[in-house]
């Protein structure tokens, strides 16, 4: 017996859409939060398109079923009531600057830690001396990338280790 391709689909779909939305919406409260250690901001960049991808579907296969859910004066108010708060919100606290952070990333990285240390509020000699403080082998000639890779901590490792103790 062959099995049903509706209930095959559905317990595929369903617990993927389950696990998009549940691990989107924690990496969003994460982002929220400012917690944007390890794959926070690519987990719920990719997931949240998975999930979207998957409410298509969603939508596609039952939009008889929505357009009679539109009917509805509450569904339409509430409808329109979430669209336009998403506009509104998205309105005030997006951004139109065109700043690049992996330009200016890289340029960090490629800066001497003389260079760099006044981002972090340090003086160029503090910066060398936190690192060294560190177990970290450093000079104010050399580049974070050169050290962080020396170091095995890369230079966004060496980065966040100035800006923690330069209290940036």
């Known amino acids: 017996m062959s099995p049903n391709p509706r209930a095959l689909t559905r317990d595929i779909v369903t617990p993927v859409t389950v696990v998009a939305f549940v691990v989107s919406t924690v990496t969003g409260v994460m982002l929220l939060a400012h917690w944007n250690a390890g794959l926070v901001r690519f987990s719920h960049e990719w997931l949240s398109v998975v999930f979207s991808a998957v409410a298509a579907w969603h939508l596609f296969r039952n939009w008889k079923?929505?357009?009679q859910y539109l009917k509805r004066n509450?569904?339409?108010?509430?409808?329109?009531v979430s669209l336009v708060a998403?506009?509104?919100i998205t309105g005030m606290t997006g951004t139109t600057s065109s700043a690049n952070p992996g330009l200016i990333f890289r340029a960090l990285s490629n800066a001497?830690?003389?260079?760099?240390?006044?981002?972090?509020?340090l003086a160029p000699g503090d910066a060398v001396a936190m690192l060294k403080a560190?177990?970290?082998?450093a000079s104010g000639g050399e580049t974070l990338q050169a050290i962080g890779t020396r170091a095995g901590v890369g230079p966004a490792g060496i980065a966040s280790l100035l800006a923690a103790k330069g209290g940036r």
């Open 65 to 67: 079923a929505f357009k």
């Open 134 to 137: 560190a177990n970290i082998e």
């Open 86 to 88: 998403s506009v509104v």
């Open 112 to 121: 001497t830690v003389d260079a760099a240390a006044p981002a972090f509020g």
């Open 74 to 80: 509450a569904a339409l108010v509430a409808f329109g």
